[in-house]
């Protein structure tokens, strides 16, 4: 039996026609706005992200202890001028009337006014009349001349700079609501740098005088006009050290001898301890020993108190404490390390004087005391080839942060985040791990950034063998009372030819006492460039087959009952 278009199309198929219709249409509306969406990016660079931080403690999070302050005592002026000498006279400037007429009609008038007629014009002229003579220096000065008083404290700080940027892939155009978009985030490392100071402490007074200027002169003659130039005066910038105490010594003009060396120096915590061996010139020649400290002072000797003798360094043992400074940039394994060390503990030997002492043979240095009594020692040394070898202890420091860059991404829109419950304002992480999202509107997304930075402190000690080797060594010195108030040298051939004194140093064996790992504060915040993805809104004839389904679905439903209606789509949804 043939069955018509109206048999088949009762109430209940009816319905179940136009929803599968209707869903047909709207699965080709998706498929043909997806056709619309491109899958080209444009690129996002946040540009140099530089992030900083100083003065914080090498031993945990936190600020170091660190503090600096000054005194000072003395003149100090800006911009203050003094004359010298004078101008007289003046320079004037007036106007005239060169028309001869207008005097003879003024003439005209005084007399017999009856016949002079109309007044002419003025012919009006301006003149310049000078009458400056002399001569006139103004000089203009800044200036600051007097004593500063100061101390600094450092528990021992760090200084870190990092630069990242920040990259990702935003959508060349519009996309849809819901679309699933993956910025595809990476951060790159772009520099970095660490420096770091160990605890110290330091005061001192200094000498200042700072002086600058320019004199301005002015010379002038009668009809001639005057002359002016100016010139700049020497500049002063002395800023002297007079006395300064840390730990390690007391120095006295720190830095105004050859190689930054003080005129006097008195040691302190720098301790060192000179073992030598020799005879003493008058009356009689007696062979001996002395054991000196860095005073100059005598700890033990044999030889007679006060009399002039001539010895050989045979060792000499240094303790001093360490002052370590560390510089490091961003290496080619993408690492940001510093280290340093100082040496802590010292043993030399004087293998030259120790051979030809043991051996008996004449000593290839010398040394000549030619006073050592009351406190008050004066000798000098010369050495024809010294070598020293021995074992030297020192203290080390090695650093090493580990930046990772963090963002809070605030939204002008909510959006929803995969992995998080319902709408979001805004997301914090890590700017590489931003997880995928999709948008309800046009969304302006701002991006706040910072780093969290891991420092690695590793402190310990290093163990190993230095050996020197100098020809022609020469040395004096003068100490009165524990003050060395003159040195000279020690000088060698290889300081004056340039050559390095080095003469082996094995590896170090190091010994880690203690390793920190914490957490560097104290960086910037950067409030980054903002970027914006917009909604697609559907074209017209997208619309179109929408709405066209939605018609369609609308005339072909019968005219039966609305509950019948509504029973059997509901059932038809149950079955399916």
């Given amino acids: 039996m043939t069955m018509t278009l109206k048999n088949m199309l009762t109430p209940k198929k009816t319905i179940l026609s136009t929803y599968i219709l209707s869903t047909y249409i709207f699965s080709a509306y998706i498929l043909l706005s997806l056709s619309s969406v491109a899958s080209a990016s444009i690129q996002y660079d946040s540009g140099a992200l530089t992030f900083t931080t100083t003065d914080q403690s090498m031993w945990a999070t936190g600020d170091a202890f660190v503090k600096s302050e000054s005194a000072f005592l003395g003149s100090e002026w800006s911009n203050k001028t003094a004359t010298i000498g004078g101008i007289a006279g003046s320079r004037t400037t007036s106007t005239i009337n060169t028309n001869p007429l207008w005097f003879a009609w003024k003439a005209c008038k005084a007399t017999v006014s009856i016949i002079c007629g109309d007044e002419p014009s ?4 301006t003149i310049t009349t000078d009458t400056r003579t002399g001569a006139q220096l103004k000089v203009n000065s800044s200036g600051k001349v007097g004593l500063e008083f100061g101390y600094t404290i450092n ?11 920040a990259l990702a892939e935003l959508p060349e155009q519009a996309v849809r609501q ?33 002086l600058s200027g320019s004199v301005n002169a002015t010379g002038c003659l009668i009809a001639f006009g005057c002359t002016t130039g ?48 020799g005879a003493t010139t008058t009356p009689v020649p007696i062979v001996g020993y002395a054991l000196t400290n860095s005073y100059g002072g005598v700890i033990t000797t044999s030889f007679p108190p006060g009399v002039p003798r001539i010895t050989t360094d045979l060792a000499e043992i240094e303790i001093q404490v360490p002052n370590i400074e560390t510089n490091g940039t961003l290496n080619g394994a ?33 040394n000549l005391d030619l006073i050592n009594v009351g ?17 030297v202890l020192g203290l080390t420091q090695d650093f090493e942060i580990f930046p990772t860059l963090m963002t809070k991404l605030e939204f002008s829109d909510s959006i929803l985040i995969d992995g998080m419950i319902g709408l979001q304002d805004s997301w914090t992480g890590l700017w590489s791990d931003m997880p995928e999202f999709s948008l309800l509107e046009t969304t302006t997304f701002s991006p706040t950034y910072w780093i969290d930075v891991i420092l690695n402190n590793d402190f310990g000690l290093d163990l190993g063998l230095v050996g020197t080797l100098d020809v022609l060594k020469l040395e004096a010195a003068a100490i009165i009372a524990g003050a060395e108030i003159f040195q000279f040298g020690p000088q060698s ?17 190091n010994f880690s006492i203690a390793k920190d790992r914490f957490t560097l504060s104290g960086f910037n915040q950067i409030a980054g460039k903002q970027f914006t993805i917009s909604i697609n809104v559907p074209e017209p004839g997208m619309l179109g087959i929408f709405a066209f389904g939605l018609i369609a679905l609308g005339f072909t439903r019968p005219k039966t009952k609305q509950s019948t209606d509504k029973e059997s789509l509901i059932a038809f949804t149950q079955r399916h």
């Fill in 375 to 391: 406190g008050i020692k004066i000798g000098a040394s010369i050495d024809i080839i010294d070598v020293d070898a021995g074992p």
């Fill in 493 to 509: 051939l290889n300081g004056l030819l340039g050559l390095g004194n080095e003469l082996f140093s094995t590896d170090k064996l």
């Fill in 178 to 210: 819901g679309d699933i978009i993956n910025l595809k985030t990476k951060s790159s490392l772009d520099a970095g740098s660490i420096t770091t100071q160990s605890p110290e402490i330091e005061a001192y007074i200094s000498a200042i005088m700072q």
């Fill in 230 to 277: 100016t010139t700049a005066l020497p500049t002063v910038n002395l800023d002297q050290r007079i006395i300064s105490i840390d730990p390690n010594s007391v120095k006295i003009l720190d830095g105004i001898l050859p190689g930054d060396a003080p005129l006097a120096e008195v040691p302190l915590a720098n301790q060192s301890l000179t073992l030598e061996g």
């Fill in 334 to 366: 993408g690492e940001i390390k510093s280290g340093g060390r100082d040496d802590l503990l010292s043993l030399q030997l004087d293998l030259d004087g120790m051979a030809t002492v043991m051996a008996g043979l004449p000593p290839t240095g010398l």
């Fill in 122 to 125: 003025k012919d009006r002229k």
């Fill in 155 to 165: 528990s021992g700080s760090v200084d870190a700079e990092v630069e990242f940027s």
